[in-house]
C-alpha cells in the first residue's frame, strides 16, 4: 500500500483563488512527520512546510498552511490567493519515527491561470 | 557557501564515458541520499547514507555507484549508463528525526547519449 497518495494528477487554479492540494497517508507510527515540497521547472526541490503527528494547530508558513486531520490521516496543503509563481510540482512527505529517509507521494501539479 | 551545492548542474555523456555528480553540504547533516526523477515518474530513491553508512540501496544496477568519504561529501559515479538513465538527479540532505526535512541540492541533467 502506498504510504503516501496524491490523487489530483493535475489542477488548474485561477490566479487569485485559494487551492487545496490533498494527501493523506498511512503509517501506524505515533510519531511522524509530514512535509509539503515544492518543484518549480528549474528542478530545485523547495520545503514549504511541516507538520509533526503531536502538534494540536495547523502549521502555517505564509500564504501556505495545512490542513492537519490526523483521525483521517490527512495533510492538505492550502495555498492562499493563488500567484503566477505557484505553477509548479507539489509533493507531499511523510518521516516516520524509525526511518532514516522521508517518503514522498507522486505529486500534483499546479497551473495557475492568469 | 550554504545549502547543498551538486555540480555539475547539466551533463551530456555517451554510453561509454564514467563520470561523477557531486554533493556538498556543509549544514552538519547527518544523512545524505541520491534520487532519481525521470519525466513524468515519480522520485525514485537511489542510495542513503547515514552516519557515512550506506544503509539502503533500491536496487540500483551497478552502474550507479555511490562514495561518501564523509559526512560533508557524497558522490555518484557513473559508467556504462543506457539512455533510459537520462533523468534529473537530486542530492538531499538531513538531519535524523521525524521533524527534520531534506535539504536538497539544484540537481544534475544527465542525458545520456
Known amino acids: 500500500a502506498q504510504k503516501i497518495t496524491q490523487t489530483q494528477p493535475g489542477m488548474f487554479v485561477q490566479e487569485k483563488e485559494a487551492v487545496t492540494l490533498d494527501c493523506t497517508y498511512d503509517t501506524s507510527d505515533q510519531s511522524y512527520g509530514l512535509f509539503w515540497y515544492k518543484q518549480p521547472s528549474s528542478g530545485e526541490m523547495i520545503f514549504l512546510i511541516y507538520q509533526g503527528s503531536y502538534d494540536e494547530q495547523n502549521a502555517t508558513e505564509g500564504r501556505y498552511s495545512l490542513n492537519f486531520q490526523k483521525a483521517r490521516k490527512s495533510a492538505n496543503l492550502v495555498i492562499s490567493a493563488s500567484q503566477l509563481g505557484d505553477s509548479a510540482m507539489y509533493f507531499c512527505a511523510m518521516r516516520e519515527s524509525r526511518d532514516d529517509k522521508i517518503i514522498f507521494g507522486k505529486g500534483t501539479r499546479l497551473h495557475i491561470l492568469p | 557557501e550554504t545549502g547543498v551545492t551538486q555540480t555539475p548542474r547539466h551533463l551530456v555523456m555517451g554510453m561509454t564515458n564514467k563520470k561523477s555528480l557531486k554533493c556538498e553540504q556543509h549544514?552538519?547533516?547527518?544523512?545524505m541520499y541520491w534520487y532519481k526523477q525521470s519525466a513524468k515518474k515519480p522520485l525514485e530513491l537511489m542510495f542513503v547514507y547515514s552516519l557515512e553508512e550506506r544503509v539502503e540501496n533500491n536496487s540500483v544496477p551497478s552502474r550507479f555507484s555511490p562514495e561518501c568519504p564523509n559526512s560533508s561529501h557524497l558522490f555518484l559515479h557513473l559508467h556504462t549508463l543506457q539512455p533510459e538513465d537520462s533523468a534529473l538527479y537530486l542530492c538531499a540532505s538531513s538531519q535524523l528525526g521525524v521533524s527534520y526535512g531534506y535539504t536538497f541540492g539544484s540537481g544534475t541533467r544527465l542525458t545520456v547519449v
Open positions: 549544514l552538519g547533516h547527518n544523512a
